[in-house]
């Protein structure tokens, strides 16, 4: 355990809404030991930056860790070279340029096939009928797991999500955990033949093009779908949901003052998807005054660093028009988000514009009260009720 100063949390409280502690914690003690999470946290944004870089320190190997032993040792579990190696293996699967000229129109069409099914209701929960499966569908496209159920990518992302959480040890979470895991691998056992004969830009490809192994290939595409699905998915439907609460910001987008872009970017700092990111501390070592022991574990809040108050003026306001440099929705070190690009490109210049076009006069349905949201390591709405 580090010499950090305690802070104690309610961990209910925490996981309604981590908000108010995290404030505190970046007021009196930004770096804290929390017993309730057995791990000391970074709460400020330049210490999160830079501290994250330190990888002789901070190490992203947690042998042992419950990423690790259930969805097999991906490179979000790696360091340095063996890191980098597979990085670069999945470049052409996630560059700026494939996303472009080759993913783009994929995620065009599959969005206006979910938007013609819409079209029939006239209200209903965006997560489910809109977010949900543009989020599935993209990610079946990229993994090259087309042969997958858009719910059942839902249903195997959460489930490695919660047995990745489940430091108690719930033998049901574990059960479920691998049977989601299970199902992947059989998805990739009946593409895997067909991808080796015909070469594309996915990721299975071109990990199996660039001469990763098998397990290396089949760790990565488990990573990918873990965070892969659910961000995007929290992030469409939060998106909306800030905007049609603040009607200001949207006209500014309809107006041509501002983008659907810089809307879901700044969704994405106010209330990030991914909250927090865990490291081994890989040997002793003092930082800012704190001594660190080694193989503990650390916690990099980015969900706190993102409403630092030294870095953005009114952090609690969502305020499309805000510099987001300094954001760390995507991360902000070598594991800076491989998705990043293909997330941009799927939220803020097909789903976000898409959906406004096909409904202009989409609304919040009062009827179900205030959006509910839960979680602090990934945030999210549980329902977006609106009538289209
Ligand atoms: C709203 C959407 C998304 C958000 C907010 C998000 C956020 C993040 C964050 C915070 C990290 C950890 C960064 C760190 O520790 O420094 C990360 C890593 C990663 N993300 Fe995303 N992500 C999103 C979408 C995606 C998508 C769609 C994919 C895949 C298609 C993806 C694949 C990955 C991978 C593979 C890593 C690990 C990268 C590495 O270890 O080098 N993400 N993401």
């Known amino acids: 355990m580090s010499s950090a100063p305690i802070y104690e949390v309610d961990l209910k409280k925490f996981w309604e809404n981590p908000y108010p502690d995290l404030k505190l914690m970046r007021e009196k003690n930004p770096i804290c030991f929390v017993p309730q999470l057995h791990s000391t946290l970074f709460t400020k944004r330049n210490s999160i930056s830079e501290n994250e870089k330190k990888i002789d320190i901070f190490s992203s190997v947690q042998p042992g860790g419950l990423m690790t032993t259930l969805m097999g040792e991906n490179m979000m579990r790696k360091d340095g070279e063996s890191h980098q190696l597979e990085r670069k293996a999945i470049f052409p699967s996630i560059s700026p340029k494939t996303v472009k000229n ?79 895991t299970q199902s992947i691998d059989n998805h990739i056992d009946e593409m895997l033949p067909i991808i080796k004969k015909s070469p594309n830009h996915s990721l299975l490809s071109v990990q199996h093009e660039a001469g990763l192994s098998e397990t290396q290939n089949r760790a990565n595409i488990k990573l990918a779908i873990s965070g892969g699905q659910n961000e995007p998915r929290d992030a469409i439907a939060g998106t909306v949901w800030a905007l049609l609460k603040n009607k200001n910001q949207l006209n500014l987008i309809l107006e041509g003052k501002s983008t659907w872009l810089n809307a879901f ?71 800076f988000c491989a998705g990043a690009w293909i997330s941009r490109c799927l939220i803020g210049e097909v789903a976000l514009p898409l959906l406004f076009k096909c409904f202009p006069k989409i609304k919040l349905n009062q009827n179900y009260g205030e959006v509910k949201f839960t979680g602090w390591a990934f945030r999210g709405p549980l329902e977006v009720n609106c009538i289209y």
């Not at 080759?102 to 489910?128: A, P, S, V």
Request: hydrophobic content about 40%; some cysteine; aromatic content about 10%.
């Open 265 to 335: 970017e700044e969704y994405s700092r106010w209330i990030s998807p991914i909250g927090m990111s865990p490291r081994r501390v890989a040997k002793n070592a003092i930082i800012e005054s704190i001594e660190f022991t080694k193989n503990e574990r650390i916690f990099f809040m980015f969900g706190s660093g993102n409403r630092d108050e030294d870095v953005f003026d009114n952090p609690e306001v969502f305020n499309i028009t805000r510099k987001l440099s300094a954001s760390l929705a995507f991360g902000a070190g070598p594991h």
């Open 102 to 180: 080759i993913w783009k129109k994929d995620f065009i069409k599959n969005t206006e096939k979910i938007l013609y099914q819409m079209k029939r209701k006239e209200k209903g929960d965006l997560i489910k009928d809109f977010a949900l499966p543009v989020s599935a569908e993209a990610l079946k496209t990229v993994t090259a797991l087309s042969n997958m159920a858009f719910t059942e990518m839902d249903r195997v992302s959460q489930g490695m999500i919660d047995g990745i959480a489940n430091i108690s040890g719930d033998p049901l979470i574990e059960a479920n955990c691998h049977n989601c």
